[in-house]
């Protein structure tokens, strides 16, 4: 399946040049499921991967999709084009779904690993192995190389942010950065993310 | 007038990730409501959300069986009952709020403990605090906690149908403020859903009808209350 917008065989057949996100919104909102499905087929792969990233279980990641898809259907109303692009509400959800899922159970961690004096184990690296893959849609090589011009420790607190689910405190808390730094960190990140990713942000 | 947008712009990027702690969180609110309608606020929060929409699509998919999407499809055909988990385990860890288990089973399970209870029996069941609803509509709605944990059951049977499209919602009202507990869509007026919270702070609990999307904040009066610290 391809998460690439607008490239959907099935859909050109139907309407040349591939139905918008925002046009599918539309017609879900008249309860159309052929249009949901197209959404469904467009981003629940992206949103699955995006989901167990966070949680690291499999039938946690399944279960934040499957909502998020849900209130979807139910609410496809709630959608408002003056706030941004489908994909960027859709993953936002999800992402904050899953987030959600994973600061209850650092929580619950914690305080299982204070309880038994075990501390932390070993972070991964995900975004490393995210840039070393290759031949990739258009879209994940953009983000990757994005991603990978990032200075270091920008990267760093993206990674650890928006692919670990951590806050900005924690974050400083983890790193020993003071907090101001790991604030300034995210904006620069967040701002020469958006100048490398230029118009496919929009 | 030129304002300044330094500290919500920081602020955005944050949120964006989902990186904000409670307190930069509400930071950002009053930042955001001192600036009102504000277009430069609104671009910089499109701005940053949609970079953060982009970064998802650097990992690689993970395929997600097409029976999820005929699952979703059926859903809005039967209306307001909630999304079966996707099997029968329960996590309170990571439930949300609605913990679809067998609702009459447990009603019939708890109710049983609560006669157990108050017949003084109940010296050997781990003995949760167990309020009784009050209420202008028919039926018996009750919920059990343990004062200071997270974590409560609320049950009920015999509620009327809240109607059409509608479900009922649960609030803690504390100082004054609801803050958002279950969504209960009855099944043939039973009731047994997971909270994951502790209700016990709160100086009201209240039940309102709502639409079934389950608003943040109630819309209507309440059909049902109680308060936490008038246990049996
Ligand atoms: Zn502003």
């Known amino acids: 399946m391809t998460i690439d917008p607008g490239r959907s065989a099935t859909v050109r057949s139907v309407e040349p040049g591939g139905a918008r996100d925002e046009d599918l919104l539309r017609r879900l909102v008249a309860g159309d499921e052929q249009a949901f499905r197209e959404l469904f087929r467009r981003y629940a792969s992206a949103a699955h991967a995006l989901a167990f990233r966070l949680v690291r279980q499999a039938q946690v990641a399944e279960e934040i999709v499957q909502e998020a898809f849900l209130s979807v259907w139910r609410n496809p109303d709630r959608y408002d084009g003056a706030r941004g692009s489908v994909r960027s509400w859709l993953m936002g959800t999800v992402h904050h779904r899953a987030v959600d899922a994973v600061r209850r159970e650092q929580a619950q961690r914690r305080r299982a690993e204070q309880a038994s004096g075990i501390g932390p184990g070993v972070v991964e690296d995900p975004v490393d192995d995210l840039l070393a893959a290759i031949d990739l849609p258009r879209e994940r090589k953009l983000v990757r190389a994005a991603l990978g011009a990032l200075p270091e420790e920008q990267r760093d607190v993206i990674q650890r942010m928006y692919f670990e689910g951590l806050s900005q405190s924690q974050i400083a808390e983890r790193t020993g950065l003071p907090l101001g730094t790991v604030k300034s960190r995210t904006l620069l990140a967040m701002r020469r993310l958006r100048a490398n990713l230029g118009e496919g942000t929009r | ?232």
């Not at chain 2, 500290?7 to 001192?34: F, H, M, N, S």
């Not at chain 2, 606020?41 to 929409?53: D, F, K, M, S, T």
């Not at chain 2, 999304?83 to 708890?110: S, T, Y």
């Open chain 2, 1 to 232: 007038m030129i304002r300044d947008h330094a500290l919500i712009d920081e602020l955005l990027a944050a949120q964006a990730l989902d990186g904000l702690d409670a307190d930069g969180a509400a930071l950002l609110e009053r930042e955001l409501a001192a600036h009102g309608d504000c277009e430069e606020c609104r671009r910089l929060e499109i701005e940053h959300a949609e970079v953060a929409g982009m970064l998802a699509l650097a990992l690689d998919p993970r395929p997600v069986r097409e029976a999820m999407a005929d699952r979703i499809l059926a859903e809005r055909r039967t209306a307001a009952a909630p999304i079966e988990r996707l099997d029968a385990r329960r996590d309170a860890r990571l439930g949300w709020w609605q913990a679809a288990f067998g609702v009459a089973a447990a009603v019939a399970l708890v109710f049983a403990i609560l006669l157990a209870t108050q017949d003084g029996e109940g010296q050997g069941v781990p003995g949760p605090a167990i309020v009784a609803f009050e209420g202008t509509a028919p039926g018996d709605l009750a919920m059990s906690f343990t004062p200071g944990e997270s974590g409560a059951l609320v049950w009920a049977t015999g509620l009327p149908d809240p109607g059409p499209g509608k479900v009922y919602e649960l609030w803690m009202i504390e100082d004054g403020d609801p803050v958002r507990g279950a969504c209960l869509a009855p099944e043939s007026g039973a009731v047994a859903a997971f909270l994951d919270a502790d209700p016990s702070s709160a100086d009201l609990l209240a039940v309102t009808v709502e639409s079934e999307e389950c608003p943040d904040a109630p819309t209507t009066d309440p059909v049902y209350t109680a308060e936490p610290g008038t246990t049996q």
